[in-house]
């Protein structure tokens, strides 16, 4: 359920054996060891939500849902959707999701039917919160950078409350170890007084949206005041000469005013980061779903690049990834490097920018109800919810109405499932082995394959097994087709490898099938808890050869081409064999990290220019007919995104409520458990408050994951809080990423009067 994807020991028993009894941390993973948060003592909610499909499901003409058999449910899909291909291409078909939190196997297989497809676009949930840091990212190093903050001198949280919401490993140790050090400082850079900025030394509580006066402020100052690393400028970084006189140039005193913290405190960060042998730096939704995001991104990382806090320990670094794409772009696999080129850069209708191959969630809507040609006629949604969770909840129903055909593969019943004409249940991540590829440390980096606990849940199918069964009927491959490959599997791994090369030969169409034809050709070699990890054996030989210092380091040496070979089959053995995370990259050095990034930093991204020059004659404006602030979806400790339906999860009332500062509610006459009603430009909703000192007044916040429609089988339909996207705008976006302003949300707050009884 999380990105962290902590080692647990879980106990199993209870009903037929599938529930999980018991939760501990795992003390022999090598990333996690031992933690453990509350999140994870709740994975039965999950495993046994009484809302779990059991059947491939098809909608009738009066919406209603009834089952079908997997055959038929397979035969029409791919029926529907060659169709859809024929009639209008595929790039009409929109893939949506292909991993959440703790699941991105499927999204290994899924890929093989997007191809036989003809499929172009995609979104999923990072087109919402990291696009926008991935194109800064992306100009500036060319690669992925992370904090090391169970080492950093100083760590600083940008809209991020890691109290709640983890994004590192050991997240609420860590925090206490910083706490504890006087050596150390915690900074939180937050308009609510969090549980992360209760604990730090120093809480810089802006203005709501207003981060880009206080990053831009910040930068100035170390230009200004000469606190930036010279020699690093000079030796590591490019553009110097371009961004100085911008930053020569920012009024600090004035910008403080705009954001509301006082100079010195801005001052004092800027005096801290440069004297700190460490910095690291969080940025996250609080900053990145809110107003000017992407150039955010951009001037946090000029403060800590220009103080040299990179490549160091306790610094920000470049990581190592296992699963690559850079394999694929050094056109070691032909095919998939010649369809990386051929990729679209912008959206079909909206042209909206195209990051990291995946257009902005914000403009799906607008790009399926377009009255355009190259409109999208179809969807293919699988582990996403984009009716709950994107923007605006409304327009993306009436969007899926609009489509032509859709098909949702998920473990329940949601609300983007019940917009959909098919179904079809997957099994749980507790049914079949699974693994994310948010592998983000360094010098270490390490990748954790989870073996099944259960059997999948009769009726269900992990997603392997359906891109299988649609891959082969879409691109009409024979069992007898892949038998050279499934006989070779039985005879040995060496042997699988000469033979996939003999078919990839006679067949090289079928490369992008790779996937799902080794699920059906090694799957079955592999122990039964861990058939969905045959993917992994082509990805840890493609590791190896795109990361071979790293995975020498680890153990998995590559120096010609049989020892690669070697290399990669010890490291699937070890990754099939652990029950536990293996580390699969070490670096020496933390300096490593410089060979990572092509070249020196770039300091200058002239694209954001303007808009650096823009915040001076645009300062933050408030509101007057929709006077409050309102961040629609805080992470608290008992929300999961929507991956937990079940309400009975949460265990207090208040859990669901809107946060409001005490003097707002006393002018607008209100307790805590009393009744407001919230209105925004989209829509309005009731809710009861919790009136808290931690926020600030004008600022209100709601949590994330409610208002699920739980409806446990032959049971009536259950609700709990407010879906925070009935209250949202699809247009309230970054101009360059497209990321929603979900955290700067206007909105206008009454009492609702108590109903007389
Ligand atoms: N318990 C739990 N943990 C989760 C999740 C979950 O659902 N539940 N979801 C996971 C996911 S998908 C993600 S992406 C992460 C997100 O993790 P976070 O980004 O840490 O979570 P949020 O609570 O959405 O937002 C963080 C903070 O932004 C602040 N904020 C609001 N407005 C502003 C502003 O204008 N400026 C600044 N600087 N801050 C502002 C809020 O007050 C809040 O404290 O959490 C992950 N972890
Ligand atoms: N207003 C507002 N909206 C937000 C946010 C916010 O802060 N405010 N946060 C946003 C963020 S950061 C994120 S990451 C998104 C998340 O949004 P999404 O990625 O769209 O959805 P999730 O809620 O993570 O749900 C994942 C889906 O996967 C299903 N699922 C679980 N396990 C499996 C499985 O094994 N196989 C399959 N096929 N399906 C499975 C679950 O039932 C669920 O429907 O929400 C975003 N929406
Ligand atoms: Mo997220």
């Given amino acids: 359920m999380c990105s962290l994807n902590c080692g647990l020991e879980v106990q199993t028993g209870g009903e037929g054996g599938r529930e999980i009894l018991k939760v501990r941390g795992d003390r022999s993973h090598p990333g996690s060891k031992g933690y453990l948060c509350e999140k994870a003592q709740r994975l039965n909610y999950y495993q046994n939500g009484r809302d779990r499909l059991q059947s491939p499901m098809r909608r009738r003409e009066d919406g209603s849902f009834e089952a079908v058999s997997w055959d038929v449910a397979i035969d029409e899909i791919a029926e529907r959707f060659e169709a859809i291909k024929e009639r209008h291409g595929g790039d009409k078909i929109l893939f949506y999701g292909g991993g959440g939190q703790g699941n991105h196997l499927g999204g290994a297989y899924g890929n093989a039917t997007l191809s036989a497809l003809g499929v172009k676009y995609r979104s999923n949930a990072l087109a919402q919160e990291k696009t926008g840091e991935f194109w800064v990212a992306g100009k500036m190093f060319g690669a992925g950078i992370h904090g090391d903050f169970e080492h950093a001198e100083v760590a600083v949280f940008i809209g991020k ?18 706490q504890k050090d006087p050596a150390r400082t915690m900074v939180v850079i937050d308009p609510r007084r969090s549980e992360t900025a209760a604990k730090a030394d120093m809480h810089l509580q802006l203005r709501p949206g207003t ?25 590591r970084t490019e553009g110097f000469e371009l961004i100085a006189p911008l930053l020569a140039e920012i009024p600090v005193a ?6 509301g913290v006082p100079e010195d405190q801005i001052r004092a960060l800027a005096q801290l980061m440069a004297k700190a042998s460490s910095v690291s730096v969080f940025e996250d939704l609080g900053m990145q779903m809110n107003r000017n995001s992407t150039l955010c991104s951009y001037l946090q990382r000029l403060s800590w690049v220009l103080t040299g806090h990179f490549a160091k ?30 990729r679209k850069r912008v959206s079909p209708v909206t042209g909206s920018k195209i990051i990291i191959g995946l257009i902005p969630c914000n403009v799906m809507a607008e790009e399926i109800l377009a009255d355009h040609p190259d409109r999208f006629r179809a969807m293919l949604i699988e582990s996403g919810n984009p009716v709950h969770s994107v923007a605006d909840s ?7 109405a609009a489509l032509e055909f859709s098909v949702v593969i998920d473990v329940a019943m949601t609300e983007t499932a019940r917009c959909a004409d098919y179904v079809l249940p997957a099994a749980s991540q507790f049914e079949k082995a699974e693994c994310t590829f948010f592998n983000l440390e360094f010098p270490r980096n390490v990748f954790h394959l989870r073996h099944a606990l259960f059997d999948p849940l009769p009726g269900t199918l992990p997603e392997a097994e359906i891109h299988a069964r649609l891959v082969m009927k879409l691109a009409g491959i024979r069992d007898a087709d892949i038998r050279p490959l499934a006989l070779a599997a039985r005879v040995g791994r060496p042997a699988l490898a000469a033979a996939v090369g003999a078919l990839m030969a006679a067949y090289p169409a079928w490369f992008d099938y790779l996937p799902v034809l080794l699920y059906r050709a090694l799957g079955p070699q592999l122990p039964e808890d861990a058939r969905e990890a045959a993917v992994i054996w082509a990805l840890s030989h493609l590791y190896v050869q795109a990361e071979p210092e790293a995975a020498a380091g680890a153990g998995y040496g590559a120096g010609t081409k049989l020892s690669s070979l070697r290399a990669g089959e010890k490291l699937f053995g070890d990754i099939l064999s652990a029950r536990t995370g293996v580390t699969y990259a070490v670096n020496e050095d933390y300096a490593d ?22 915040l001076r004659y645009e300062p933050p404006a408030s509101d007057t007919e929709y006077p409050f602030v309102l961040s629609a979806g805080e992470r608290r400790s008992e929300s999961t995104n929507t991956i937990i339906r079940n309400p009975a999860v949460h265990k207090k009332p208040r859990g669901a409520a809107l946060r409001i500062a005490p003097a707002d509610a006393e002018s607008l006459g209100v307790a805590d458990g009393d009744a407001v009603r919230v209105t925004t430009r989209r829509g309005a909703c009731e809710v009861r408050v919790e009136v808290s000192a931690m926020m600030q007044p004008g600022h209100v916040s709601l949590p994330n994951g409610f208002g699920l429609d739980y409806q446990p089988r032959g049971e009536e339909a259950r609700s709990f809080g407010v879906a925070p996207n009935e209250l949202t705008a699809s247009e309230d976006r970054d101009p360059i990423a497209g990321t929603p302003w979900h955290k700067y949300v206007p909105a206008k707050i009454d009492r609702v009067q108590p109903a007389p009884n």
């Fill in 313 to 342: 320990q306790g610094s920000n670094n470049a990581f190592v990834p296992f699963l690559s794409l850079s394999a694929a772009s050094k056109g070691k696999v032909g095919k998939a490097a010649a369809n990386q080129k051929r």
């Fill in 211 to 235: 981060d880009a006066w206080l990053l831009a402020a910040l930068a100035a100052v170390i230009v200004q005041d000469e606190l930036f690393d010279r020699a690093f400028v000079d030796e």
């Fill in 394 to 400: 409304q327009k993306m129903r009436e969007a899926m």
């Fill in 254 to 259: 004035e910008y403080a005013e705009h954001c």
């Fill in 593 to 614: 990290s410089w060979s990572r990034i092509r070249g020196r930093i770039r300091l200058a991204i002239p694209e954001l220019f303007a808009d650096v020059v823009r």
């Fill in 161 to 178: 409350n890691p109290w709640q919401s983890h994004g590192f490993a050991r997240a609420r140790a860590v925090i206490k170890e910083i």
